[in-house]
C-alpha cells in the first residue's frame, strides 16, 4: 500500500509518452492518475489513523507514515487531484490556441506528475537524507515546468529558481551531514542513522552543539525552499512566471512539503534540548520576517500572481510563528493553517489563470470587470481574497485566530503585535490594490462567460470545502491534526 | 583511520589551495581547468578511503563507486560539457566579474578565517583532525558561494555551484567517512542532474536573450 503512493504517480508520468496524438487520452491519463493517487492516500491515512503509523523494512525502513506526515501527505493528494483536474481546462484552452503543441503537452503532463511524484517521496520518507534528494529533485522536476513558456520573464525566474534553491538547499546538505556525523559519534555507523525514529529515540544522547549547528543550516537551507523572508527571493518570479497549475502546485504543495523537513528535524532539536527555546525563537523571528517583507511587497505590487505568490511567503511566516511558538494549540492551529492555506492559495490561482487566460494579462490595472465577464470565476476569486486575508467565515480566519489566541496566552505579546499589525497591512493591500479588478466596466470586450466547465466546478468544490472546515472540522481530520501537534510536542 | 589523517589534511589543504586558484583566475577555460584538478584531488580522496577499507577490512564499500562517479563525471564528463558550452556561447573574452580578482583573494581569505573562528567555538568538532577538516571543507563552500555571487556570467555560477558541492561531498566523506550508500548515490545524481539542468538553461538564455551576462536579467523586480 506505502509503495502505492509512489509507483502510481511515477508510472502515471510515464504513460504520457505512450500517447501520439490523442489530448483526450492525455487527459483521462491524468485524471485517473491522481484520482487513483488520492484513493491511495486516503487508504493508506485510514490504517495510518487507526494504528498510529506505517512503516516498511525497505532499506532499513527509509519510508514511515505517522500522522504528521500523513496530514501533509493528505494536503498533498488532494491539492493534486483538484489540480491535475484543473489544468486539463487550463491546459486544453492553451492547445486550442495553438500556445501549446500535442509534445509541449504530453512534456507537460509527463513533468506535473514527476513533479507530484518527488513531493510524495519527500512526505512519505523519514531518512532525513533521501528527503534532502527529494526536496533536491522537487526543484529538478519542476524547472521546466516554470520556464514552461520560454520566453524571457520565464527563463528568467526558472534560472533564479533552480540556482537560488540549489545553492540554499546545498547548506540544507552540510547541515544533514552535521546531523549524520552527530549520531556517527555519538550512536556509531548504522544503516539507521538519518532515519528520523532513529535520531528522534536517542536525540538525548546526542551531541548539542552539533545538532544546532545542522539545525541552522537545514532551517536556512529548506527554509530557502519554504520561501521564508530573506530567502524567498526566487518564490515571486517562479510563481508568477509559471502556468497557473503550476503556480497553485508550488505554493499550495511544494511549501509545504519542505516546512515539514524543518518541522521534523526541528522535534528532533527540541528533544535533544529538552525545550523549544532555540528551535522556537529562530522560527517565530523568521516567521516575522517572512510576514513582514510579505506585507510591504503586497502594497505596492502591480501583478496579480506577485501578490498572491507575497502572500504565499505571508502565509508560510504564519505558519512558522504557529510552530515556533510551540504551545498545545498554536502547533495545532499552524498544522490546520497548512492544509487551509494549501487549498485557499490553490483555489485563488486556479482563479487567477482562468483571469489570466481570459484577459491575457496579470496587470492589475488592465483588468476590470471580472464579475460582470466571468460570474462563477469572479464571485470565488473575491471571496478567496477574504478568505486569504484571514476574513470569517473560511478556515483561514480559525487557524489565525488560534495561532493569536495561543501567542498572547504564551506571553509573546511582541510578536502578536507585529502580526496583527502586519496582517492588517496585507489586508490593506489586498483590499486596494485586487478588489478594483472586480468591478467596473471591462476595458476590452472580452465575451461574457467562463472558458470551460470544468474549472469553475473545481473552484467550486475548493470554495466548498474552505467554507466547511471554517465552522465544521471533520472529526477524522481533527483526530489526525492532534496527533500529528503530539509528535511535535513529543507525547507519546 | 587516524593514521590516514595526516595524509587526508594534506588533500584537502589541496582542494582549498585549488578553490583559491579558481577565485584568482580570468578566463572561462581557467576556471574549468581549476575546477578539474579540484575535482581529482576529491576523487583522490575517495579513492584513499576506498584502498583503506580494501585493504585493512577487506570489503569494497560504496565510497569506491563514488571514486569512480567522481572521475567519470565531474573530472571528465562536467568540465567537457562547460567547455562546449562555453565555446558554443560564448567565444569572446571579456570581464566577468564584479569584484576584482586581489579584493577577491583577500574576501575568500577572510572567509576561512571566519570557519576556523566558528569551528574552534565548537568543542565536539575539535577532536583529532576532525576541526582543520571542518575548517577546510566549510571554506570550499563558502568560497563556492562567493565565486557564484561575484560573477556575472552563467558559467561562472554552475561552476561556483560545483565548487560548493565539491566542499559538501569532502565535508561527508572527511567527518562520516562517506554518508549511508543509498542516500550518497541520490546525492550525486540529484546534483549531477541539476548540473544538466542548468546546462540547458544556458543554452536557453543564450538563445532568448543573445547574450549569458546574468547581470542584464533584469525583467522581474519587486
Keep these: 500500500m506505502l509503495f502505492l503512493l509512489l509507483i502510481v504517480p511515477l508510472t502515471t508520468s510515464l504513460l504520457f509518452w505512450t500517447v501520439r496524438e490523442s489530448v483526450r487520452t492525455i487527459n483521462i491519463i491524468n485524471a485517473t492518475g491522481s484520482a487513483i493517487l488520492f484513493a491511495v492516500s486516503l487508504l493508506n491515512l ?125 547548506f540544507a546538505l552540510l547541515g544533514v551531514i552535521l546531523l549524520y556525523y552527530s549520531s556517527v559519534i555519538s550512536l556509531g555507523q548504522t544503516v539507521q542513522g538519518l532515519n528520523w525514529q532513529f535520531l528522534n529515540d536517542n536525540a538525548g544522547s546526542l551531541h548539542s552543539s552539533i545538532l544546532k ?22 518564490l515571486p518570479d517562479a510563481h508568477s512566471q509559471a502556468p497557473s ?19 521534523r528535524i526541528m522535534t ?25 517583507a510579505a506585507a510591504v511587497f503586497i502594497l505596492v505590487q502591480q501583478d496579480f500572481k506577485r501578490t498572491l505568490a507575497y502572500s504565499s511567503i505571508e502565509h508560510m511566516g504564519i505558519i512558522a510563528l504557529g510552530i515556533g511558538i510551540s504551545s498545545a494549540l498554536s502547533i495545532f492551529a499552524a498544522l490546520f493553517h497548512i492544509i487551509n492555506h494549501s487549498l485557499t492559495k490553490s483555489m485563488l490561482f486556479a482563479a487567477s489563470g482562468n483571469v489570466y487566460l481570459k484577459y491575457d494579462t496579470k496587470k492589475i490595472s488592465k483588468i476590470q470587470g471580472i464579475l460582470k465577464v466571468m460570474p462563477v470565476t469572479g464571485t470565488v476569486f473575491l471571496l478567496g481574497i477574504f478568505a486569504i486575508t484571514g476574513m470569517p467565515p473560511f478556515s483561514i480566519f480559525t487557524s489565525e485566530l488560534g495561532i493569536t489566541i495561543s501567542a498572547f496566552k504564551e506571553g509573546k505579546y511582541l510578536a502578536v503585535g507585529f502580526l ?25 470586450d472580452h465575451g461574457i462567460g467562463e472558458m470551460n466547465r470544468i474549472t469553475p466546478v473545481v473552484l467550486l468544490i475548493l470554495l466548498a ?28 | 583511520m587516524d593514521k590516514l589523517a595526516p595524509l587526508l589534511n594534506i588533500f584537502s589543504v589541496g582542494i582549498l589551495i585549488s578553490t583559491f586558484s579558481l577565485v584568482a583566475s580570468k578566463r572561462i577555460m581557467s576556471y574549468i581547468k581549476a575546477f578539474r584538478i579540484q575535482s581529482l584531488i576529491l576523487a583522490a580522496v575517495a579513492a584513499i578511503f576506498s584502498i583503506y577499507y580494501l585493504v585493512e577490512e577487506n570489503r569494497l564499500e560504496g565510497i569506491f563507486i563514488i571514486f569512480l562517479l567522481t572521475v567519470v563525471f565531474k573530472v571528465i564528463y562536467i568540465p567537457s560539457m562547460l567547455k562546449r558550452i562555453s565555446v558554443r556561447v560564448e567565444y569572446k573574452v571579456e570581464k566577468d566579474f564584479f569584484i576584482n580578482i586581489p579584493i577577491s583573494i583577500i574576501i575568500c581569505c577572510g572567509l576561512v578565517i571566519l570557519t576556523w573562528y566558528v569551528v574552534s567555538k565548537i568543542p565536539e568538532l575539535n577532536n583529532g583532525y576532525n576541526g582543520s577538516f571542518m575548517v577546510q571543507s566549510v571554506s ?46 541520490g546525492i550525486f545524481f540529484d546534483l549531477l542532474t541539476a548540473v544538466l539542468i542548468m546546462g540547458i538553461f544556458v543554452f536557453r538564455i543564450n538563445e532568448t536573450f543573445e547574450h549569458i551576462d546574468l547581470n542584464k536579467l533584469r525583467n522581474l523586480r519587486g
Excluded at chain 1, 527509509?62 to 501527505?73: E, M, Q, T, V
Aim: hydrophobic residues 55%.
Design chain 1, 46 to 170: 485510514k490504517v495510518v489513523l487507526e494504528q498510529g503509523k506505517i512503516t516498511s523494512d525497505f532499506f532499513g525502513g527509509i519510508f514511515y507514515i505517522d500522522s504528521l506526515n500523513g496530514l501533509i501527505l493528505f494536503a498533498t493528494t488532494l491539492v493534486s487531484l483538484l489540480i491535475s483536474i484543473y489544468s486539463i481546462g487550463y491546459m486544453n484552452e492553451e492547445y486550442k490556441r495553438s500556445l501549446v503543441n500535442i509534445a509541449r503537452l504530453r512534456l507537460y503532463y509527463c513533468l506535473l506528475h514527476l513533479f507530484i511524484f518527488t513531493m510524495i517521496l519527500t512526505t512519505i520518507t523519514q531518512n532525513i537524507g533521501v528527503m534532502w534528494i527529494s526536496i533536491e529533485a522537487t526543484t529538478l522536476a519542476s524547472a521546466f515546468l516554470v520556464g514552461f513558456y520560454n520566453n524571457r520573464k520565464s527563463i528568467e525566474a526558472a534560472w533564479k529558481y533552480i540556482i537560488i534553491c540549489s545553492v540554499g538547499i546545498a
Design chain 1, 213 to 234: 549547528i545542522a539545525f541552522l543550516f537545514i532551517l536556512i537551507g529548506f527554509g530557502t525552499k519554504v520561501g521564508l523572508a530573506p530567502m524567498h527571493t526566487w
Design chain 1, 245 to 263: 497549475p503550476v503556480s497553485a502546485l508550488l505554493s499550495g504543495v511544494l511549501l509545504n512539503t519542505a516546512m515539514y523537513g524543518i518541522i
Design chain 1, 268 to 292: 528532533i532539536v527540541n528533544k535533544n534540548m529538552g525545550n523549544s527555546q532555540f528551535t522556537g525563537s529562530l522560527m517565530i523571528i523568521l516567521g516575522l520576517v517572512s510576514i513582514g
Design chain 1, 420 to 444: 496583527l499589525a502586519f496582517l492588517v497591512l496585507i489586508f490593506a493591500g489586498f483590499s486596494s490594490q485586487m478588489l478594483r479588478m472586480f468591478f467596473g466596466k471591462p476595458h476590452k
Design chain 1, 465 to 492: 470545502i474552505i467554507t466547511v472546515t471554517g465552522i465544521y472540522l471533520p472529526s477524522f481530520l481533527e483526530k489526525l491534526i492532534k496527533s500529528a501537534g503530539d509528535i511535535i510536542l513529543l507525547v507519546h
Design chain 2, 140 to 185: 570550499v563552500i563558502l568560497i563556492g558561494l562567493f565565486f557564484m555571487i561575484s560573477r556575472k556570467k552563467a558559467i561562472g555560477q554552475i561552476i561556483g555551484f560545483l565548487v560548493l558541492e565539491n566542499g559538501t561531498f569532502l565535508t561527508a566523506i572527511l567527518l562520516t567517512s562517506g554518508m549511508p550508500m543509498i542516500v550518497e548515490f
